[in-house]
């Protein structure tokens, strides 16, 4: 666990995480912020945050397979707000 990818305020204490990162597409990025004429930077955010879910979700599956037992970290723990992308958090223990 690299203390770099702990945003400031907060404290991650297992000794192993596993971090995913996902790519934007730039050009689409570029056009951010979008408005009412020109959505594609909206657009690729949102994309990856559904990208990021459901491959999260598809890790998550995939550990828990052999029968690993795991906690959910809630949401509220750290008072994260409930749409940060950390929010979604695994404890296998």
């Not at 990818?5 to 596993?18: D, K």
């Not at 996902?22 to 690729?44: C, I, R």
């Not at 029968?67 to 749409?83: D, E, H, M």
């Amino acid at each position: 666990m690299d203390p770099m990818y702990v945003f400031e305020g907060y404290t991650i204490n297992e000794t192993w995480v596993i971090v995913l990162a996902l790519a934007h597409n730039y050009e689409g990025l570029k056009q951010v912020p979008s408005d009412e004429t020109n959505g594609v930077g909206a657009t690729d955010i949102a994309d990856q945050y559904a990208r990021g879910t459901r491959a999260s979700y598809a890790l998550a599956n995939w550990i828990r397979a052999p029968g690993l037992q795991r906690q959910r970290v809630s949401r509220t723990r750290g008072k994260r707000p409930a749409s940060h992308p950390a929010g979604h958090c695994l404890r296998l223990g």
